[in-house]
Each structure stands twice: as C-alpha cells, then as structure tokens.
C-alpha cells in the first residue's frame, strides 16, 4: 500500500498519484451532482434549490473536515519519506481517534442548529421545508462522511491514492441508484437525495474498513497507536488547523454568495447552485494537483530532498493553469446547455434559472486558471509545514475582494450574474498573487532549513 515517490521522474509521480486521485474528485464531484440532476428531473425549482443549499452546507462542512485531515496527510507522507514505522502508525492511529470524536461531538450540535442554519443562509420560503430535512440527515450521516475521508487521507498521506479512488466509484454507484429509488420511484424529493448520500458513504466506509483489515500488516496499527499523544496531535493540528480554517473561510465566503444570490429570489437562488455545483466538477484538475502537491511535496521535504518538492510545484503549475485556460475558453461558448442539463427549460423558472446560470458560469469559469495557481502553492505551502501562509492569502482574497466584489456587483447588476462570476474569479486572482510573492520572499532560500524539522 505504501508508495515511496522521493526518487525518480516528478513529473511521472505526480502523473501516477494525480490520476487515480483526479478519477476520484470525478467520481465524488459526480456523487454530488446526482443528487441535483436526479432531482430536477423529478421535481421543482424549490426541491432543486433545497438540495442545492443543503449541498452546499454538506460540502462546508466536508471541506473543513479534509482541510483538517491534511494535517494527517502531511505528518503520515513525511513519516513515508523518513521510512519511520513506527511514526506512520502512531499518526494513522491519532488520526482516526481524533477525528471520530470530532464527527459525534459535530453530529450533536449541528442537529441543533438546523434551523437557525437555514434562517442564516436566506432560504427562500419555498425551499425551507426540503432544505431542514435534507440537512437533518445528513447531519446523523456525518460519522460516516468524516470516516470516509479521514481514511482517504491516510492512504494517500501513505502515497497510495488508487484505494480511495475505489471507495468512491463504490459509494457513487450506490449514490446514483438510491437517488432514483429513492427521488424516482418513491417521490421523497431533499430527503431521497440526504438519505441516498448518507447510506452509499456509510456503504463506502464499511467496505473501506474490511480492505484495511485485509492489509492490516501494511498498517501494523497497535492499540497504543490510538491513544492520543501529545506531539503527533500537535503535529497533525499544527498543519491541519490552518487549511481547515482557510477552507472553512473560503466555504463561509462561498456561502455569503449564497446568502446574496438567496436574497434576489428563488430563481437566483437556483442558478447559482447549479454552477456551484458545475464549478466544483470543473475543479478537477486543481484539487488534484493540491493533493498531489501535499501528499508528494511533503514526502521529499520528509527525505531531505526540498528540490523535488519545488519540482513537483512547477510541474503542478503549469498543468493547472493549461488546463484552466482550456476550460474557460470552451465555457464562453457552451455555459447555457450545460446549466440546462440542472432544469427544466420548458417552464418558466427553468428557464429564468439557465440563462442566469450562464451568465454567472461564464464569469465566475475563469477562477479554474487563478485557482489552479494558488492550489498548487497551497499544496507546497503545506508539505512545507507553512500552511498559515495559505490561510493568509485565502483570508485576504476573500476580505479585500471576493466578498465585497460579489456584494457590490449584486447591487449594480441586479438584472446580471456575469459580473458576480467575475468577482468570485478576481478574489482567486489576489490570491494566487499572494502566493508567488510568498513563495519568492519568505520560502525560497528557507526549505532546506525546514525539512530537517
């Protein structure tokens, strides 16, 4: 299970762990744009945006919780790039203790809190109804969400990212059948969709469970490994506070989107949903190479080979940005069929819903070639053990532009949702900006000092 990449060609590690990785976003992003699709065809505008901000939630929350994990991530690749066992088992065992804590002690309180939840998002009236009971399950389901990618960060902070590619195909699969029994078959609307992702990533979590007890002699996790020790969670939060609260900032400012866009009605609401949902899936590529950064940048500086991390940097990069200009390019011209496939166009919402979903998906489209940048640095930021540095830029991205752009551009452009994609795409711009200048003047001439902490 345990793939070592601190020697040979970068460029053919970074393309040997970022597929199986990149498949795996697909196949998640997939899983989550079922339950939309699925569910416009099946229902109303209300019941698609319903499940668009409960999506929306869910995917904060999850964002927050891997942001966390890469701390794992991280501490596990540099223990791989030692070849210290007995480190990889001591953080493989705080990991799991942490985080299933952390998932009930969530689970209790957001139960709670469903309600003042909705209240605070601006949910149209419509929607409130199928909004409280899609997050009502989900929230029960979040053990299962959290298991699923705390496991998935293990494996890959171990350099393997084919395993967790496979748990996800399994749970989309299972996710895709049940939307259809389920908001087909049975009519249950958001709560098909809720209860169709908690039981495919519960489905997801068990098989994942009996692959590593099967290879548990890859693991040799002991029972004192699950003991909480002071210098391994330090260790793991040190890294992963920062990207959680970067990530969490970045949600909560994704969701003020939402607030703004809630606030112009239920069409607004709805489009912009969709090309959330449609931007995540053109996200590929930069999440991946995020990831992959992480994951192989941190087992190089573990080895003492810093040159190979800034190596897996530039390559990274430039993937990114090809890929992000590409994207951008080919939206301008097919944005409106593509948010159609969300809604129906034969009705009257439908179709107030697709032509303001293409103006938003061809402004806001142009963050794939910003985000690609300040990805990959985020990546090496954090296999450095920098990854305040990442919460920085995101934290002054989202305060002097993203969210004060989309603000000001709702109010000027009320008839528009072009120029708040473009002011959701700048904020990327300051922060990939930011990066560059972080990388030039505070990292370069200090990583080989860093790698021998």
């Not at 869910?58 to 690749?77: D, K, Q, R």
């Not at 002097?400 to 752009?405: A, E, H, Q, S």
């Not at 008839?415 to 930011?434: D, H, K, R």
Request: charged residues 10%.
């Amino acid at each position: 299970m345990e793939k070592n990449f601190t020697t040979g060609s970068v460029l053919k590690g970074i393309i040997f762990f970022s597929l199986p990785y990149l498949l795996s976003y697909f196949l998640q992003t997939l899983y989550g744009m079922a339950d939309l699709f699925i569910i416009g065809q099946f229902s109303d505008v209300s019941a698609t945006t319903a499940v668009s901000i409960g999506s929306q939630f869910m995917h904060f929350l999850t964002v927050i919780v891997v942001g966390l994990a890469m701390g794992s991530t991280v501490s596990i690749g540099q223990a791989v790039g030692k070849n210290d066992k007995k480190s990889i088992s001591a953080n493989i065992g705080n990991t799991i203790t942490l985080f299933m804590v952390l998932s009930l002690i969530l689970t209790a309180i957001l139960l709670l809190l469903v309600n003042p939840i909705i209240s605070i998002m601006a949910t149209p009236s419509e929607a409130v109804s199928g909004t409280v009971d899609y997050l009502t399950i989900c929230f029960i389901g979040i053990p299962f969400i959290t298991a699923y990618n705390i496991i998935s960060s293990i494996f890959r902070g171990m350099g393997d990212s084919k395993t967790p590619m496979y748990f996800i195909a399994i749970a989309c699969i299972i996710n895709i059948g049940l939307d259809y029994l389920f908001m087909g078959a049975f009519q249950m609307g958001p709560s098909g969709a809720a209860l169709g992702t908690v039981l495919s990533q519960a489905c997801s979590v068990l098989i994942s469970l009996i692959i590593i007890l099967k290879r548990k002699n890859d693991m040799a996790i002991k029972k004192e490994d699950f003991k909480p020790k002071q210098s391994v969670m330090k260790k793991i939060l040190n890294v992963g506070i920062p990207i959680a609260l970067q990530d969490g900032f970045i949600q909560i400012s994704f969701l003020i989107i939402t607030v703004i866009a809630n606030s112009r009605g239920l069409n607004d609401a709805a489009a912009v949903g969709i090309v959330e949902k449609i931007i995540s899936f053109l996200f590929l590529v930069p999440s991946s190479m995020l990831s992959t950064v992480s994951a192989l940048g941190a087992q190089n500086i573990g080895a003492g080979k810093p040159e190979r991390a800034k190596q897996t940097l530039r390559y990274a990069t430039i993937i990114t940005v090809c890929f992000g200009l590409i994207v951008a390019i080919v939206m301008q011209f097919f944005a409106e069929p593509v948010v159609a496939l969300f809604t129906d166009v034969t009705t009257a919402n439908g179709a107030k819903t697709i032509r303001l979903g293409e103006q938003y998906l061809r402004g806001y489209v142009w963050d794939c070639v910003f985000a690609g940048i300040h990805f990959s640095f985020s990546g090496y930021f954090c296999a450095c053990g920098k990854s305040m540095l990442s919460f920085i830029h995101n934290i002054l991205a989202i305060l002097l532009v993203r969210v004060p752009g989309v603000y000001m551009t709702s109010l000027f452009f009320p008839e528009t949702l072009f120029p708040m994609g473009l002011a959701t795409a700048a904020g990327s711009l300051l922060s990939a900006i930011i990066c560059v200048i972080f990388f030039k003047t505070i990292l370069n001439h200090n990583i080989s000092a860093t790698s021998k902490n």
